[in-house]
């Protein structure tokens, strides 16, 4: 069999799977499974996120905090390392897209809550 007949037959076979795939139903989970979601691995990950959060919106002596990476940026700027500072302003940036996320996060896991666990 050529690459050809392959590749064929492996866009087929995708196409098959991605019809199938849409007319499932939708996954359901035992009460008791909620009940272990809502009472372990819930508050784990919303004290993970909130731990994230509080760190990056940390002061300057917290190591990778905005303020932290803003002081070490204009250090390297101070003392000619530019090249230094523009990866450390790159950080910057990339620490206020995971501030996002991780607010988009926290507002998944407030509504899951909300919905599925009761007001807790």
Known sequence: MDISRIGGLVALLMLLGAGTAAAQEPV????????????????????????LTDRINGDAGTLGSKKWLEQKAATARKAGNTARADVLDAQLKLRDSQLGKLTNASERLAEFRSEHCGSK
Do not use: G
């Open 28 to 51: 359901t989970i035992s009460q008791e499974k909620v009940r272990e979601i809502c009472s372990e691995r819930l508050p784990r990950v919303e004290n993970r996120v909130r731990a």
